[in-house]
């Protein structure tokens, strides 16, 4: 066969818009190619639903496009240059170790960037190896495909290959590819790099790029930067909402991990809450907790006020103007993001239409499971179900109190009871991937038996089933001396 026969056997359909921008965003990669690449998981669903075909994915030669040991025709094999905040710092940063085989087309002509993770150095390496290890990007896998099923906006995975190129991190360890498909990997960060290192041409082309891709019903307005601007404002503020709503902390929200798209990206220090207590903070490099749970929406307008100061000379030639009108749009954050947080937490307890006393019936559950230390995602299940609800928290007169002034308050809407139950059914999860779970299945994975991440994938998948396999899973990690903590995920 030949290789643009094969490749198109494959059901690889790519369209590089990206590369109609400037070379100044992007560098041409060569291969760099791993030994011996072998599958470990590939997503069928997703495969299919981009337009793949699976069987020729998982042969030997579909195997090397996934692990870039391969250059796939049509393809683009480019590594993007960005910029970004870390923890506050400015610094040139650029796919260190990603490459963007592509766009693919679907069969429905959406576009998806398809990019490898681990696939080797770029010119932003950094001095760094360019490779990814096996634990990390199953890591990133079952939690981008988690946060999918729980409907959060996010990058997701097709699959990860592991392969015989040994990485190290202090002792060796298994080297891995992982494949991350996004509605595009343009970051705030990207924005700050046209800003800073180009000029506002460059920041020009971006932005028209990005609107074009992301929001293309503002094309024509008239003001188009600055609804640009307000159309990520309302999409983070929608996103950080239904992060805070499941206790997700992303623990590295650095600008070049923020993308204009919306999506949730960048599954390196994150996890999920287990006891309910806003100060959490997992990162091992997060010291000054920076990114807790509590200060994820504050968080998230800096990174966006980083993000309108690249747009501010498109907005206005005054400066001064555009500065003010840019304030302006930003200062609407935190009510937007208050509405949206509102919006699903009012769902979470059964609560279809408005009163002034809302947020207070949130903020006083909020506050006693804090003081009992209950567990986040077990309580709003246990609100659901009306199972499991005698000790702890539950058998305080505190509770009984709270309890009634909320069924009063379900009484006082129009829906029925069990209409209101059926809404909290769908805004909470009756699964999470629990840390203890996710270390379980990297482990056994290690090994080489992948039945536990299978399983804990499959359970995953629709967390709002409220099945009995589901239940097994909602079981919370042993007690231990040491806080859970994740590290920077290499
Ligand atoms: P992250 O903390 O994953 O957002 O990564 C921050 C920056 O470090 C990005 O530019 C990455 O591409 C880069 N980076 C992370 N790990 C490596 C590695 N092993 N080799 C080269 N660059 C890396
Ligand atoms: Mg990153």
């Not at 010119?123 to 199953?138: C, K, Q, T």
């Not at 059964?350 to 909020?366: M, V």
């Not at 499991?388 to 009984?400: D, L």
Request: charged share 25%.
């Amino acid at each position: 066969m030949t290789d643009k026969n094969e490749i198109l056997k494959m059901g690889w359909n790519f369209d590089n818009s990206y590369l109609s921008l400037p070379e100044f965003f992007y560098s041409k990669i060569n291969i760099n190619p791993v030994y011996s690449p072998k599958l470990v998981i590939f997503n069928d669903s997703l495969a299919k639903k981009i337009g793949l075909n699976v069987e020729a994915l998982k042969t030997k030669e579909g195997i090397k496009t996934l692990a870039g040991n391969r250059v796939v025709e049509g393809g683009a094999f480019i590594a993007q240059a960005y910029a970004g905040h870390q923890f506050g710092h400015f610094t040139m940063l650029g796919d260190g170790r990603a490459l963007l085989i592509g766009e693919q087309i679907t069969p429905n002509g959406d576009r998806f960037d398809i990019q490898l993770k681990g696939s080797g150095i770029t010119p932003y390496s950094r001095g760094g190896d360019g490779r990814a290890v096996l634990g990390p990007m199953i890591r990133e896998y079952i939690i981008s495909e988690a946060m999918y099923g729980l409907k959060i906006p996010t990058t997701r995975s097709l699959a990860v290959v592991k392969t015989d190129t040994p990485v190290y991190r202090e002792v060796r360890k298994i080297g891995a590819v992982l494949t991350r498909i996004g509605s595009s990997h343009i970051r705030f960060g990207t924005f700050e790099y046209a800003a800073r290192f180009g000029g506002i041409e460059n920041v020009r082309e971006l932005a028209d790029y990005s609107i074009k891709r992301h929001y293309p019903h503002i094309r024509d307005d008239e003001n188009k930067y600055l609804n640009f601007l307000k159309e990520v404002i309302n999409s983070h503020a929608s996103l950080v909402a239904k992060w805070q709503s499941v206790g997700f902390i992303h623990g590295v929200m650095n600008t070049d991990n923020m993308t204009i798209s919306g999506e949730t990206i960048d599954y390196g220090p994150c996890a999920f809450m287990d006891k309910y207590d806003a100060n959490t903070v997992f990162s091992s490099i997060d010291r000054n907790g920076r990114y807790a749970y509590k200060n994820q929406p504050i968080m998230a307008e800096w990174n966006l006020c980083r993000f309108a100061e690249t747009l501010l000379p498109l907005i206005n030639e005054n400066q001064e103007e555009a500065v003010r009108i840019a304030q302006d749009a930003i200062s609407s954050f935190s009510g937007i993001f208050l509405e949206n947080w509102l919006s699903i937490m009012k769902s979470k307890l059964g609560i279809f239409n408005k009163e002034a006393l809302d947020k207070a019936i949130i903020e006083d559950l909020l506050s006693m499971m804090e003081k009992y230390e209950e567990d986040y995602t077990n309580t709003f299940v246990s609100l659901t179900t009306r199972k499991n609800m005698h000790s702890g928290m539950f058998a305080t007169a505190e509770f009984t109190n709270w309890h009634k002034s909320w069924q009063e308050r379900l009484e006082r809407q129009e829906e029925s009871i069990e209409e209101a139950y059926e809404l909290m059914k769908n805004y909470n999860p009756a699964v999470i991937p629990r840390n203890h779970r996710v270390e379980e299945a990297i482990e056994a994975a290690d090994e080489g038996n992948y039945d536990v991440m299978l399983k804990l994938l499959s359970v995953l998948k629709n967390p709002f089933e409220y099945s009995k396999e589901q239940e097994e899973y909602s079981d919370l990690p042993k007690p231990s001396s040491q806080p859970y903590r994740t590290f920077c995920g290499t």
